[in-house]
């Protein structure tokens, strides 16, 4: 097993009181995870919620039921917590009426768990987020060497923990499976999707637009279906961990472009997946989108251990001057571009140093891939 940043923090909080809810896409790890830290305390169990008989037990909210299934366990794991319903509120029966126990509640699906354990569950939780394999955790097991050496296939084929270590046969196997059989489960499974085949044509469009500003009106004409409907369905995919949005930075300087969203996907080998497309980056037109997506990916995964509160941008104007990535962080600028080609000095547009003077700025390349982790 490769080992995962959050366990030190999840380890501190099985010490106090609050229920901790694991949230991360389906096979990023939160099972295997939950067992490596469980299996060393003798006085802990997990549960599998897609069970029947486990559901059965925890939606009846009969407190003797409960206590008789969790015995003389004092950690309790609920892994797929999403499945019994009513979640939040059974979750703040136990918290209140059986003490005894410390709660762990894993999910696949953020809005769905989120949405029925947030209310019940105001202060008496702590969240963590799992995502695909960081660079820093693969450096633990594997070394610096091995990632430069493994980089193309690192991009081309993300990283996922149950895909890294394969063949490239099976790496292409394995993700053609991801992206049927699991990215749109949970998707679909909600608002009543009746043509699953949009989802799909959305998704390969904003494979195509990855790093590109998005027109809604434009995903709109293209697929067929009402701007409401493509903003729900981006809204859904974003929940479900399979894209993320970055915001336009602005601060109201005239020429900047303030409202404007670019997409990008939460792994690049389901993205390389969904448009059928996993040559080599030397043999690739989109190899800079795909080298972005990679680094910024890398920066969230980073931020969301380290720096929390941290909130990602990018930055354009319209006469075309423009930044990969913004970073800000209490109160402070952090400036980032990401060229697969290193180039001597980054040069910053005059105008947004002028206004914003940030604190730090870095050009980000293979060369030096180790300054996107610190």
């Not at 637009?209 to 293209?222: F, H, K, R």
Request: with cysteine; charged share 25%.
């Amino acid at each position: 097993m490769y080992p995962r940043d959050i366990t030190e923090s999840i380890n501190y909080w099985l010490n106090k009181n609050e229920i901790l809810i694991l949230y991360g896409a389906r096979q990023v790890g939160k099972t295997t995870l939950m067992r490596e830290i469980l299996n060393k305390k003798q006085n802990a169990i997990i549960f599998n919620c897609e069970l029947p008989i486990v559901s059965d037990v925890m939606e009846s909210k009969d407190l003797s039921q409960i206590r008789a299934i969790f015995g003389d366990k004092k950690i309790i794991a609920l892994d797929e917590a999403q499945k019994i319903s009513e979640i939040g509120s059974i979750l703040k029966l136990i918290y209140d009426e059986l003490p005894q126990y410390k709660l762990i509640a894993t999910g696949s699906s953020s809005f769905e768990l989120a949405n029925r354990v947030s209310e019940p569950l105001t202060g008496r939780n702590i969240k963590f987020r799992l995502y695909t394999l960081s660079l820093n955790e693969i450096k633990q097991k594997k070394g610096w060497l091995w990632i430069k050496e493994n980089l193309n296939n690192l991009i081309v084929y993300g990283t996922y923990p149950g895909i890294i270590d394969l063949n490239v046969a099976d790496k292409q196997i394995k993700l053609s499976e991801i992206t049927s059989d699991y990215l749109y489960k949970d998707v679909l499974m909600h608002e009543n999707i009746k043509n699953p085949a949009i989802i799909r044509k959305l998704l390969k469009a904003l494979a195509l637009q990855t790093g590109a500003q998005v027109s809604y009106n434009e995903l709109s004409g293209l697929l067929g279906v009402s701007r409401a409907t493509v903003e729900k369905y981006i809204d859904l995919l974003e929940k479900n961990f399979v894209i993320f949005s970055l915001p336009s930075f602005s601060r109201n300087l005239r020429n900047e472009i303030k409202k404007s969203r670019k997409y990008y996907f939460y792994d690049t080998g389901i993205r390389n997946a969904l448009i059928g497309d996993f040559k080599s980056l030397s043999n690739r037109t989109d190899a800079g989108t795909l080298w972005e997506n990679f680094c910024i990916n890398e920066r969230i995964k980073l931020n969301s251990t380290v720096r929390p509160n941290t909130t990602a941008y990018f930055w354009r104007t319209y006469d075309g001057a423009e930044i990969d990535l913004i970073e800000e962080y209490n109160g402070l600028l952090y400036v980032f571009e990401f060229k697969m080609k290193k180039k001597r000095k980054l040069k910053i547009p005059e105008s947004f140093v002028k206004k914003y003077n940030p604190n730090d700025s870095k050009i980000i390349s293979p060369e030096n891939l180790h300054e996107l982790t610190e």
